[in-house]
């Protein structure tokens, strides 16, 4: 008995200290975040650089506003009309300034398209460039956006995902766009929360992939039954499908996921992204998915697609994925996988998950673990878009997290009323009837981002309270673009349900930096796939152009890489998704390179 009683108090003690450890760490990140600084620029010579509102400065008051939906759903209206804040950036007309998308969601609200005029400010051209009134309805409300040359002619096509109809708009050489959804061939409805541009097959024609949330059977405006709420908590199977259309070369797209693979599942995807994982040469795509655990897709020389997600260490634990990031954290030439999830401070300790590639990987299936206790990111708190970005040109890439679920009367809970539906079965979860009003009660609300800066030694650090940008919004969206010319990374928040945020980036000048823009000519015109390595200091750090990532974002098309005090690199090496490999020798810093494609040495 009294053998017995010790292994109890052990196993307690245990317990206790796991619960207490992830606190630990929580208050140690507060105590540095507490440093106290004269003006900002001490700041930016102790971390290098410090953030700026800019917002209004710049002519930027976009307010998003939420999706209305069936009266049935108005008792938790603000949970299930909790995303569609989102943002992309562009270059729509080919002038050298990358332009801003932001998504609204209410019907009859407007998207917004803001042109970059050069100088400093932005103006809406939504209206005249026929890219704003898409929140009609019977059409659906907006979601997010996502950028791609799917025509290769040269100016970049955008396409707005949706709850119902997905609309693909054509560039017409930056002067207009056109609606062109039915002639392309994509679907009537899909009630998506992510999509983004790859070429799968690598045959020189963006290709499309889109995401299912809810069941596609499910019209969140008109609905016929209240039971289109997750059917678990934890293991849910009756979401949306997610989709693979392919490029048929002739401005049509054709449906392909089922050959694919890619309907093999129906969990509840929120945010999705595609990198080359294993170097097969082959896009994969990752999913982070609600209410399950996330999956891992390998492209099989573009034919088909094969759910790795276990044998990789993904697909274990369930938990809430709502974001998709790839980075070369260590600079080590590898990308790392990072997902946000939940974290409540006596409620749910699901925590962010940073996926390193293992060592033991074997054959083509790349193995992952999961660092982000180590390293120091694991305890966000409701985690939305989480973007990887060297905020001070060190050569380091930090990490930006959105937090904050629905912020509403201060000094109330929604958790408790909710952890009681969500530990019930499968026939209370699902029907939306059985869900407790929210009454205006404040769910994971005023919470706020992070910036975790990266040591380059394995240990990241979190600043957002001292540098800026610790926005105290319910924030979404997250992406990253060199607005005003300097060679640093600015930052855009969309905001739910609240006006969005420009932070300007100030770097310390000493800080080098170098960035490639690049256009295929053998692979599709926006180089959407494409892999850079570039060789400095003895390290080698990659990078890829993305066709969209991280929670309903997408950041600027050039590839920007900080290299700190260092003043010469050895070379870039760029592998086109074509498979030529090009090599850029000693290029000069502090610029943009524009490079085109050129068939010299092909990849086996």
Not at 217 to 230: A, E, G, H, K, Q
Request: net charge negative.
């Amino acid at each position: 008995m009294a053998k017995d009683t010790v292994v109890k108090i052990i196993v307690i003690a245990i317990f206790i200290a796991l619960l207490l450890i992830p606190l630990g760490m929580k208050k140690y990140d507060e105590f540095l975040n507490s440093e106290v600084f004269e003006n900002m620029e001490e700041v930016m010579e102790r971390y290098g650089f410090y953030l700026e509102d800019v917002t209004e400065d710049i002519g930027i008051s976009f307010v998003h506003r939420r999706a209305d939906v069936d009266d049935k759903l108005n008792h938790i209206l603000p949970q299930i009309s909790s995303v569609g804040a989102s943002v992309s950036v562009v270059d729509f007309n080919n002038d050298g300034f990358p332009d801003l998308y932001f998504t609204n969601s209410e019907l009859g609200s407007k998207n917004a398209l803001y042109r970059n005029n050069g100088d400093g400010t932005f103006t809406d051209v939504a209206d005249e460039m026929g890219v704003a009134d898409l929140n009609i309805p019977g059409l659906g409300a907006s979601m997010g956006s996502v950028w791609g040359d799917y025509n290769n002619s040269g100016y970049e096509d955008l396409l707005v995902y949706r709850w119902g109809r997905t609309e693909l708009f054509r560039n017409e050489n930056g002067e207009r766009f056109t609606r062109v959804t039915e002639e392309a061939g994509l679907p009537v409805h899909i009630n998506s929360n992510t999509a983004f541009w790859f070429d799968y097959n690598n045959n020189g024609y963006l290709d499309l992939f889109i995401g299912g949330y809810y069941h596609e059977n499910v019209n969140l405006f008109d609905l016929s039954d209240t039971r289109m709420m997750p059917d678990s908590y934890e293991y849910a199977t009756n979401g949306g499908l997610n989709y693979l259309f392919e490029n048929q070369g002739n401005g049509t797209f054709k449906d392909v996921s089922e050959q694919v693979g890619l309907h093999e599942s129906r969990r509840w995807t929120l945010a999705a992204a595609a990198a080359d994982i294993n170097d097969s040469g082959y896009p994969d795509i990752v999913l982070a998915n609600d209410y399950g655990v996330d999956e891992i897709f390998l492209n099989e020389n573009g034919e088909r697609f094969r759910n790795v997600g276990p044998d990789a260490g993904l697909g274990f634990v369930p938990k809430s994925g709502m974001s998709v990031a790839f980075g070369d954290i260590l600079n080590q030439g590898v990308f790392s996988i990072y997902i946000t999830n939940i974290s409540e401070a006596g409620v749910l300790m699901q925590g962010n998950n940073l996926w390193v590639p293992s060592r033991r990987s074997s054959g083509d299936i790349p193995r992952y673990r999961n660092v982000a206790g180590n390293m120091g990111v694991e305890i966000g708190e409701w985690g939305y878009g989480g973007q990887f970005v060297d905020l001070n040109n060190n050569g380091n890439l930090d990490l930006y997290v959105a937090n904050g679920y629905v912020s509403a009367e201060p000094d109330t809970d929604y958790w408790y009323d909710y952890a009681k539906v969500v530990g019930g079965n499968r026939n209370i979860i699902i029907d939306a009837n059985n869900w407790p009003a929210m009454n205006n009660r404040t769910f994971s609300g005023y919470q706020t981002n992070k910036i975790w800066l990266n040591d380059g030694a394995g240990r990241f650090r979190e600043v957002a309270n001292v540098v800026g940008g610790a926005l105290n919004l319910d924030s979404r969206s997250v992406a990253y673009a060199d607005l005003f010319g300097t060679g640093s990374m600015d930052l855009i928040i969309a905001n739910q349900n609240q006006p969005a945020k420009i932070y300007r980036n100030h770097v310390k000048p000493e800080h080098n930096w170098v960035g490639f823009h690049l256009k295929g000519s053998q692979s599709n015109r926006s180089a959407i796939g494409a892999v850079l390595k570039l060789h400095w200091d003895g390290k080698q750090t990659k990078k890829m152009v993305s066709g969209g990532d991280s929670f309903s974002s997408q950041s600027q098309r050039p590839v920007h890489f900080g290299i700190g005090t260092i003043d010469t690199i050895e070379k870039v090496e760029i592998r086109w998704p074509s498979g030529v490999l090009q090599v850029i020798e000693n290029p000069e810093l502090n610029m943009y390179h524009q490079i085109i494609e050129e068939p010299q040495v092909t990849l086996n």
